[in-house]
């Protein structure tokens, strides 16, 4: 009987890794023929945030990495085996380059404000783009010879010591004209504690109804207008490293993205309203229940704040 427990076992095993076996891969949405490409993304549980066909902002900041990927065949003239497959690389770096390029120029700063509005005007933002495109990271790299084509992966942090926010963040705030033109600068929300049946260490924003996007600088407001939350309330290195805050499409993920910066007990509030599309608005009671815990634990400074997108 225990014999034919075991084999049992054993076939259920190899039934259950056979299914396994089967599962088609996670569509990355790079060719099949660049099997090192999709076996890096996979693993890293990573996503091309920008190609030829589009851009996908908010998934960069749900993965805090913005990945780019370029293309490229070897000139027609060039016949050396060895030299197509060096050219065709080298061509694929510099298209994920200026693939990088165009999808910087197209990340929203602060409301409707984008940085190729900023390029235009302020050096200090045009200084910073051009130098993160230059310091983006080569993650991968493949050639195909029965395509004759190859790929590049190009990967550059959103946050963190030289990543794309961190490197604005501290260029805007060192420069008092930028800040102002931006319109960073609003009325902070001020009110007397309120009663609130628990001691939170975070805050929860529920914008899933809301025609809200992630931004390098996302604020919640009043229905006054008076500003509840904003860089300002965040520590400079936190803010660097970290950003805003976390960005998840549920609930749940929110809860497990803050229980990652140590947040046990958060606050979970529905935004009823934007004042732009990276603004979120919240009713003047939940502001006062928000405003009173953050007194107590002072979450607001470790930007332990997660966004719930539609």
């Known amino acids: 009987m225990k014999k034919t427990f075991v084999l049992i076992l054993m076939f259920l095993l190899g039934f259950t890794g056979f299914l396994y076996a089967q599962q088609p891969p996670v569509d990355t949405g790079i060719d099949s023929a660049f099997v090192t490409a999709n076996e890096w993304l996979n693993k890293n549980n990573l996503t091309i945030t920008g190609s030829a066909a589009g851009a996908n902002y908010e998934q960069a900041f749900i993965q805090d990495a ?46 409707d404000t984008l940085v190729k509005d900023g390029m235009t005007q302020y050096d200090v933002v045009r200084s910073a783009v051009a130098g993160l495109v230059k310091g983006a990271q080569v993650v991968v790299q493949e050639y195909n010879k029965e395509k004759d084509m190859a790929i590049a992966i190009l990967k550059l942090g959103m946050h963190g010591p030289k990543s794309f926010a961190g490197t604005l963040y501290e260029k805007m705030f060192s420069d008092p004209n930028l800040k102002k033109e931006l319109k960073i600068d609003k009325p902070a929300f001020k009110v007397k504690p309120v009663p609130i049946d628990d001691k939170y260490d975070g805050l929860i924003i529920d914008a899933s109804e809301q025609n809200f996007r992630p931004a390098l600088i996302n604020r919640i407001f009043t229905e ?52 732009s599309p990276s603004d979120l608005q919240v009713s003047v009671e939940d502001a006062s229940k928000i405003y009173t815990a953050n007194q107590k634990t002072g979450f607001f400074a470790a930007a332990k704040v997660a966004f719930v997108l539609k």
Do not use: W
């Open 66 to 111: 913005i990945l780019v990927v370029g293309e490229a065949v070897a000139p027609a003239h060039i016949t050396h085996p060895a030299q197509r497959e060096i050219m065709a690389k080298r061509g694929a770096v510099v298209m994920a380059q200026r693939q990088l390029a165009e999808i910087l120029n197209g990340f929203a700063i602060v409301g």
């Open 224 to 275: 006054k207008g008076e500003v509840l939350y904003d860089p300002a309330k965040i520590s400079q290195k936190v803010l660097v490293e970290q950003g805003c805050g976390e960005y998840t499409n549920s609930v749940d993920k929110a809860r497990a993205a803050l229980a990652s910066r140590g947040v046990n007990n958060p606050m979970i509030v529905k935004a009823i309203g934007t004042v």
